[in-house]
């Protein structure tokens, strides 16, 4: 039978359904699409868009009907993948394919409303009358709590009792008016959710290479010889990227290699699996460093040229039984080490020293090899329960590689964050691609792969406690004189000709404080520097709900943030909420957190008339109802376009956060209170500042030229009042307006770099016409690394980059300066202060220099095989409370660790039919021969509990799972998928963040939903 287009369509439709009802047996559906109507295609408008769910960010093409015109009711009614784009080339996972029931969920809010405290129901209010309550509310507390001034009398400036939790799903421009909305009030109880998934990411390949960011792209995994997917699960989490993959594998024959606790469907197609404990990831890892520099299997002239092996460092460095010198016991989070001595030793000039021949015992390299010595294979069997044969397999591909004409790529995502140490097993992974040569390569990198489709962006804000846009800290307490921070986070270099792009920070600073404040930042008020909120401490989630727990919160604001399902430890998340005076939700959907409150059965068993929490509950556009730019992980900035109106009343998140200012405007201007000026000086001078457009807070981001610039050769740069390309042409002086200079070339005076389509291939599927990438359109990060110092490929076939006499060119934007001749020593590490590779990462990280294997907070381990005096990481950040709510092996003898799934993205596409009838009802997996032990059978209702609570689901018993062998004891895993609850079109569910832990990595407080202890039984 020959399908017409539209035939097909009609066939592809259902195909989603049709394999799960294939699998549940059910008679295939696609006959009766004969019955169907016919889509009318070709009278729709069409819009591009991107999925709003995962951070491939796969293009969309969005139909609607309805023109616009006065009367006629927009509506999408199919959306289907863009065969232009890069990545996704019309493909869409189940996800994606299923967007239209999202859209049209039966959980949209349609209207605003609000449960009074005690209430045991919603009731609807008017925009007028929510808006006006919160900017009361927000007033009369701000006013209250606000803090001029700390204990010592240091100007402050900051407002702790009420905080935000930002999305990660809106726009670049929401994110925008997000952060200055918070930080105009004074919050420093900001963040988003990256804050619960990829925080260590930034702080480990941040201090590694310069930049907290996958460092290569989809496509280009399609290049690599060998692809270690260790720390994630692509072909389940990001199934449109993975097809690249799958690429690499026909194109190069590579090999994929999968390590992880499950059989999962990565492994599935995978040429080799790997088992491996929950949460022993590090000892892993620091095997591999010990097999490549024990067998001597490192890129040498790569590692000796790019890498900071030969730098020597300080005689009073140490590292003996687990701890790291400086030591400080009894203290803990930041403060545990006294961090002098990591450092490299300096000569006259202030510069490291080092011993090119690499021969002298302090070089870093030789100290990572005496670090790394204990991880022999048979202790890293012992600790991960991995065989032996396993183990060297995976170390022996990547040994491979060590060749200059190979590459591995490296694929992780939760699988390494979700740790107390999860920065550290980054580094781990990070070090291992410097040894083996693979950063900078097409074909290599390290590549974090985003969850939400713009949690790049908003990490790329700013939008986290002590953070700001553009990768820039706060000020602290103790910085209060202007100077005193310039200098203070101005990096000088640490070797002699290096570029160190953070040498340049007055200039973006100052830009962006011309962007907050406007005309009212001149230099004599410091550009506002006062205006600012001050830190002590961070305010990060996890403290933050420590702090509502103590009452010491008033209000709260979520916006497009679910975090009764996010947070760990769920139970002691909705003691935190209700002891909230009021919490604001601002979401397309009717989602657990705003929910809080309602006695759902078993699966929220709460006490509704005791909570005194008045709730407002605000319907927000979604992401087909709103136009700008979201960043995929790749870092491109990619705009869509708006399809349709948003259903009911719903509002935009910029048109809700700007009616409330301006009624706090209003309310301070005729009432005065506490610290005005941040409030009424923000810069909100939109067309209309009740509703700012997307493409003014584009420009607003990207930046203007305050005044005529010219170059140091007296030449023109820009007129003022132009948008500026390029963020080395910002100024100190005031005469540079940007909100963030990574974005800087975003918008330029040729047009809307980020709606460019030309999707041309200019090699290794580089496709710079498509979209921009930051920064300054570079699609691998690090590529002059590709090339030898003199500028020669290191694998002739790869010549992804070249000098052209004058100047480097090629496929790609050079993330080099354009005229830095070959042999000029500048390293390829630009924002480093070394410009090379870091392998010891000085001071940046609170817990060490080097990576170190310790165990989750809840482990079946009492000791480990080597001498170790912490068997945790030290410098965790652990509340009383929460560390009170530990369970023990004795008790919970299995190891449990959380997952998503195909199907569901979070606790999100729950609320999508498609999606749930496709994965109904709540499950965990666990081995045949736990099943056995326990007496429990395939579909079996179980009960797993941990120390903080419990969850009941369907036992899905399976070989994926198996039984290990660690440290001479038999050792279980259990699977537990994160994306059920108690709202959505799913079976009514348990948040599986019942079970886990109120703990986070050390250096970013990401919780630990990796691994934790629990106990099974049938229900
Ligand atoms: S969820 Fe990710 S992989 Fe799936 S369609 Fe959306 S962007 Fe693509």
């Known amino acids: 039978m020959k399908l017409g287009r539209r035939q097909f369509l009609r066939g592809a439709g259902t195909c989603v359904a049709g394999a799960s009802a294939l699998a549940l047996g059910f008679t295939p559906p696609f006959a009766r699409a004969q019955e169907t109507r016919e889509y009318k295609l070709l009278q729709a408008k069409q819009t591009r868009n991107n999925c709003c769910y995962c951070s491939v960010g796969c293009g969309l093409l969005v139909y609607g009907i309805g023109d616009g015109a006065i009367n006629s009711q927009e509506s999408i009614f199919h959306i289907e993948g863009d065969p232009d784009h890069p990545v996704s080339r019309g493909s869409l996972c189940p996800k994606g394919a299923g967007l239209i029931d999202f859209i049209h969920s039966e959980t949209r809010l349609q209207y605003p409303s609000y449960r009074a405290p005690g209430s045991k129901e919603w009731k609807r209010i008017s925009w007028d009358e929510a808006t006006s309550r919160i900017a009361r509310l927000l ?40 952060w200055k909305f918070a930080r105009a009030m004074g919050m420093l109880c900001f963040d988003n959710q990256a804050r619960t998934c990829h925080g260590p990411t930034v702080a480990a390949l941040g201090s590694t290479y310069g930049r907290g960011a996958m460092t290569n792209n989809w496509v280009d995994i399609r290049n690599a010889n060998t692809v270690l997917v260790f720390g994630g699960n692509a072909a389940e989490a990001h199934p449109v990227g993975f097809k690249w993959a799958v690429q690499a594998k026909i194109n190069n024959g590579a090999k994929l290699i999968v390590v992880d606790p499950r059989f999962n469907r990565t492994a599935a197609v995978a040429d ?195 953070r700001m846009p553009g990768y820039m800290n706060l000020p602290m307490d103790s910085q209060q004189d202007m100077n005193v921070y310039l200098k203070e986070q101005t990096v000088e270099p640490e070797l002699p000709d290096q570029v160190d792009l953070w040498r340049n920070f007055p200039e973006y600073f100052v830009s962006l404080m011309k962007a907050l404040w406007g005309d009212k930042a001149t230099k004599a008020n410091n550009w506002g520097y006062d205006w600012l909120p001050k830190w002590d401490q961070s305010y990060d989630l996890l403290h933050v709900l420590e702090r509502m727990r103590h009452g010491k919160m008033t209000g709260y604001l979520a916006q497009g943030f679910n975090p009764l399902g996010s947070a760990p430890d769920k139970n002691y998340t909705t003691q935190a909420l209700s002891q909230l005076k009021f919490l604001v939700t601002m979401d397309p959907l009717d989602t657990e957190t705003s929910n809080f409150w309602q006695h759902t059965g078993e699966y929220n068993d709460v006490p509704t008339e005791e909570i005194q929490t008045e709730v407002f509950r605000l319907p927000t556009t979604c992401f087909v109802e709103e136009y700008g730019s979201i960043v995929n992980s790749a870092r491109w900035l990619q705009w869509h376009w708006k399809g349709a109106n948003a259903p009911g009343e719903s509002w935009s998140d910029a048109k809700i956060l700007s009616a409330i200012l301006m009624k706090m405007r209003e309310l301070y201007r005729k009432e005065g209170g506490a610290c005005p000026e941040p409030i009424l000086n923000i810069s909100w001078n939109y067309q209309n500042p009740l509703e700012p ?96 110092p003199m500028g020669r490929p290191w694998d002739p076939k790869r010549r992804y980059l070249y000098w052209d006499g004058q100047k480097w060119t090629g496929a790609d934007n050079p993330d080099y300066p354009l005229h830095s001749p070959p042999g000029s020593g500048v390293g390829p590490f630009i924002t480093l202060a070394e410009g090379r590779g870091r392998l010891f990462s000085c001071t940046s990280l609170v817990d060490g220099p080097f990576p170190e294997h310790y165990e989750p907070m809840e482990t079946p381990l009492s000791h480990l095989p080597y001498p170790t005096k912490s068997l945790h990481d030290p410098a965790v950040r652990m509340y009383a409370d929460a560390r009170a709510r530990l369970g023990n092996v004795e008790h919970f003898p299995y190891v449990a660790t959380t997952y998503s799934i195909t199907e569901l993205f979070r606790t999100w596409t729950k609320h999508a039919r498609i999606n749930a009838i496709l994965q109904p009802e709540q499950f965990i997996e666990i081995s045949e021969e736990l099943a056995d032990k326990l007496g429990i059978g395939i579909g079996d209702m179980v009960k797993v509990s941990s120390y903080r609570g419990y969850i009941k689901a369907v036992a899905v018993v399976t070989k994926r799972l198996t039984r290990l062998d660690v440290m001479g004891k038999s050792l279980y895993q259990i699977g537990v998928p994160s994306n059920w609850g108690f709202k959505g079109a799913t079976k009514p569910g348990f948040l599986s963040n019942t079970l886990t832990p109120a703990v986070g990595d050390a250096n970013t407080q990401t919780p630990e939903f990796k691994a934790f202890l629990v106990n099974v039984e049938k229900a």
């Open 693 to 788: 457009q997307p493409e003014e807070v584009a420009k607003e981001n990207n930046g203007y030229a305050l005044a005529d610039l010219y170059d140091e050769h007296g030449k023109l740069i820009a007129r003022r009042g132009e948008l500026l390309s390029d963020p080395l042409h910002f100024r100190a002086d005031g005469t540079t307006a940007s909100f963030n200079w990574v974005f800087a070339g975003s918008w330029t005076e040729a047009g809307n770099q980020m709606a460019r389509r030309d999707n041309t291939d200019t090699g290794w599927g580089c496709t710079p016409g498509w979209a921009w990438s930051w920064p300054a359109n570079r699609r691998i990060l690090y590529n002059r690394a590709c090339l030898d």
């Open 272 to 466: 080799h699996y790997v088992p491996i404990r929950a949460g022993s990831d590090a000892a892993f890892l620091l095997g591999i460093i010990n097999y490549l520099l024990t067998h001597d299997r490192i890129q040498h002239e790569y590692v000796r040229a790019y890498t900071t092996a030969s730098l020597l460092v300080r005689p009073d460095y140490s590292f003996e039984d687990g701890l790291f010198s400086g030591y400080r016991p009894g203290e803990i989070g930041p403060r545990t080490y006294d961090k002098t001595s990591w450092n490299y030793e300096l000569d006259e000039h202030g510069f490291a020293k080092s011993d090119p021949t690499l021969q002298n015992p302090r070089c870093v390299i030789n100290l990572l090899r005496e670090h790394a010595a204990r991880f022999t294979p048979e202790v890293v069997s012992e600790i991960c329960g991995t065989p032996v044969e396993g183990f060297k397999l995976v170390c022996e591909a990547l040994a491979e590689t060590s060749v200059p004409e190979l590459t591995t790529t490296w694929l992780y995502a939760l699988g390494f964050t979700h740790h107390t140490n999860g920065s550290q097993v980054i580094r781990g992974a990070a070090i291992i691609q410097l040894l083996l040569g693979n950063v900078g390569m097409p074909g290599g990198g390290v590549n974090a792969l985003r969850g939400h489709s713009n949690i790049q962006g908003y990490t790329d804000l700013g939008l986290l406690s002590l």
């Open 139 to 178: 007033k009369d507390d701000r006013d209250k709590h606000f803090i001029t001034h700390n204990e010592k009398g240091e100007l402050v400036n900051r407002w702790l009792s009420t905080g935000m939790l930002a999305s990660s799903a809106a726009s670049n421009e929401t994110g925008t008016l997000d």
